[in-house]
């Protein structure tokens, strides 16, 4: 006898061996003990879910000689004949290659004769939504006024391509993804059956390959199997199915923490010399991601993370070094990286780029820490904020006039005075300004146009430096379409520090007068409104340009 594989071998025939489904089996059993059996219905879900075997189960009930029960008695023909496959009245259609308006022609024809032994004729419809629209109008009458043996069941995992006028005719169940916990517990049931001993972490690594999956799970058990025996270890069977461990993923989480760029190229740098698949790491990076972020939203509810105990403890103590924005930008970021790892011709560089980026977003200040810097800093009662040392001035300051040494009955000769301080803004700086104010604007960057105002602009022969007051100006300035406005209309690089610029008030652009709409009703209720109160509290240098009211 040929080997028969674990998924087939231990495959549901009853009710009461259907692994979750609950809410389906309760239904159709309570039907069939009503006598309320409808004559179409569409099973829908993800792949290995029960819709198929369910969907067996279903025509044993109907066709058992006992019947019909929602207990069939499994000695009869027809609940022997069901599950082999080959009953003369439960009619299986693979539509993945019966999909055209001939085969749905057949049977149409088909449904009009009695059923040869059984109660009911039975036809399953596996992978019912590629079934071209023409063959569905073709079994449209039918499926609407079937005979009274007549039982349709369609199976499909993409239901919202079933035509809304079959759908309208059918009773649709919605199958869910099998539990963790259930899946668990289903497979050590089964390595008890088969005598194989594996562990908590072994079998939870199983069920996370499968994501929900009965048949994806047994066929991963199957092939570890086969692999390493009767004694499973997690370690192995990670190995085998490409899957990554808690402490490969925790390197990244390290890293992170650490805010160390050079390790996460070398977690790059190790997935090459191992050969592992890059798309296949930034997939089970977003789903590590995804539990951290809900380890840390809810740490009391084991339920939302398919991991074991143990592992569970481990996702919980790593959340704790992040808050939960830094996991929700680190989880967006992934989600990039492995969209762009779809069809990236060089995929390393694509993920060494992203994971670069995770470590930027870890060193991002929040808006409400930036403003609330900068309103401390405008205000002459508050604490001091720490500031970044000022950046070296581009121009050097003129040498100190040498020491005059005495001569021997010389008259003293008073020392000359100093040289003047350097203006800081120049007409060629003011000019460089109002250029690259000009283009900002043009642009319509107006935020970057208002931040060069308030900046120093030195140029030199190769570079442009601006000097911002603080790092929130500076980022303003950084931000990519600013920057390369500003280096397209300079021709030159564009450096970016933060220091204490020293801009003249004639060197500014000609600015809009401030408040000019005061006199309008709208604009004095906007004034007194206590948020603008309190950011004109936080901008002193504050530019009112136009009021309007939505309303209008």
């Known amino acids: 006898m040929s080997y028969q594989v674990i998924a087939r071998k231990y495959r549901p025939q009853t009710f009461s061996e259907l692994v979750s489904q609950e809410h389906?089996?309760?239904?159709?059993?309570?039907?069939?003990?009503?006598?309320?059996?409808?004559?179409?219905?569409?099973f829908a879900g993800q792949r290995g879910t029960g819709k198929t075997t369910v969907a067996r189960i279903l025509a044993r009930c109907l066709n058992c000689i006992e019947g019909p029960t929602p207990t069939p008695c499994g000695k009869c023909a027809s609940c022997i004949e069901v599950p082999a496959g080959n009953s003369p009245d439960v009619i299986e259609i693979d539509a993945a290659s019966n999909r055209g308006i001939n085969e749905m022609r057949e049977l149409r024809e088909n449904v009009r004769y009695r059923p040869a032994?059984?109660?009911?004729?039975?036809?399953?419809?596996?992978?019912?939504?590629?079934?071209?629209?023409?063959?569905?109008?073709?079994?449209?009458?039918?499926?609407?006024?079937?005979?009274?043996?007549?039982?349709?069941?369609?199976?499909?995992?993409?239901?919202?391509?079933?035509p809304i006028t079959i759908a309208s005719r059918c009773q649709q169940f919605s199958f869910r993804g099998v539990d963790f916990e259930d899946l668990v517990a289903r497979m050590r049931w089964i390595c008890g059956e088969e005598g194989i001993t594996a562990d908590d972490e072994t079998l939870a690594v199983l069920a996370q390959a499968g994501d929900g999956s009965v048949r994806d799970s047994l066929s991963a058990l199957d092939q570890a199997i086969a692999c390493c025996g009767t004694t499973l270890h997690d370690a192995e069977v990670r190995g085998l199915l490409g899957m990554f461990s808690l402490d490969s993923l925790g390197t990244v989480a390290r890293a992170?923490?650490?805010?160390?760029?050079?390790?996460?190229?070398?977690?790059?740098?190790?997935?090459?010399?191992?050969?592992?698949?890059?798309?296949?790491?930034?997939?089970?990076?977003?789903?590590?991601?995804?539990?951290?972020l809900v380890k840390k939203i809810a740490p009391s509810h084991p339920r939302l993370v398919a991991a074991s105990p143990q592992e569970q403890d481990r996702l919980k103590e790593t959340s704790a070094w992040f808050s939960e924005e830094d996991l929700t930008r680190y989880l967006q970021i992934c989600i990039d990286i492995f969209k762009d790892l779809q069809a990236a011709l060089q995929p390393r560089l694509h993920l060494e780029l992203g994971l670069l980026r995770m470590i930027y977003a870890g060193r991002l200040v929040s808006i409400e820490e930036a403003l609330s810097s900068i309103g401390s800093s405008g205000s002459s009662g508050g604490a001091a904020v720490p500031r970044p040392a000022a950046a070296p001035s581009v121009r050097s300051a003129a040498p100190p006039p040498p020491p005059v040494r005495p001569v021997p009955g010389a008259k003293p000769v008073a020392a000359p005075p100093p040289p003047p301080a350097p203006v800081a803004t120049s007409p060629?700086?003011?000019?460089?300004?109002?250029?690259?104010?000009?283009?900002?604007?043009?642009?319509?960057?107006?935020?970057?146009?208002?931040?060069?105002?308030?900046?120093?602009?030195?140029?030199?022969?190769?570079?442009l430096t601006i000097v911002v007051s603080n790092k929130f100006e500076q980022l303003g300035l950084d931000d990519p379409k600013a920057k390369s406005v500003l280096e397209q209309t300079s021709g030159k690089r564009i450096l970016i520090k933060v220091g204490k610029p020293?801009?003249?008030?004639?060197?500014?652009?000609?600015?809009?007068?401030?408040?000019?709409?005061?006199?309008?009703?709208?604009?004095?209720?906007?004034?007194?409104?206590?948020?603008?109160?309190?950011?004109?509290?936080?901008?002193?240098?504050?530019?009112?340009?136009?009021?309007?009211?939505?309303?209008?």
Request: charged content about 30%; glycine content about 2%; proline content about 4%.
């Open 24 to 42: 389906v089996r309760t239904t159709i059993e309570n039907a069939i003990t009503q006598r309320r059996i409808a004559h179409g219905y569409i």
């Open 117 to 162: 032994r059984d109660r009911y004729k039975v036809f399953i419809i596996d992978e019912a939504h590629q079934i071209t629209t023409e063959a569905f109008n073709a079994l449209l009458k039918t499926l609407e006024e079937p005979p009274e043996w007549a039982v349709f069941v369609m199976c499909t995992t993409e239901s919202h391509k079933i």
């Open 256 to 292: 992170l923490k650490e805010s160390d760029s050079a390790a996460m190229l070398d977690v790059v740098l190790e997935l090459e010399r191992n050969g592992r698949s890059l798309q296949h790491f930034a997939r089970e990076l977003s789903r590590y991601m995804r539990n951290l």
């Open 428 to 463: 060629a700086s003011a000019d460089w300004r109002e250029r690259l104010h000009a283009a900002l604007m043009e642009g319509g960057l107006v935020t970057s146009a208002d931040i060069l105002e308030r900046s120093e602009v030195t140029a030199s022969a190769t570079d």
């Open 502 to 552: 020293v801009v003249s008030a004639a060197a500014l652009p000609a600015r809009a007068p401030a408040n000019k709409a005061a006199d309008d009703p709208a604009a004095q209720r906007a004034m007194e409104h206590p948020e603008v109160k309190h950011f004109q509290e936080m901008f002193p240098e504050h530019n009112v340009r136009q009021v309007r009211d939505l309303k209008e």
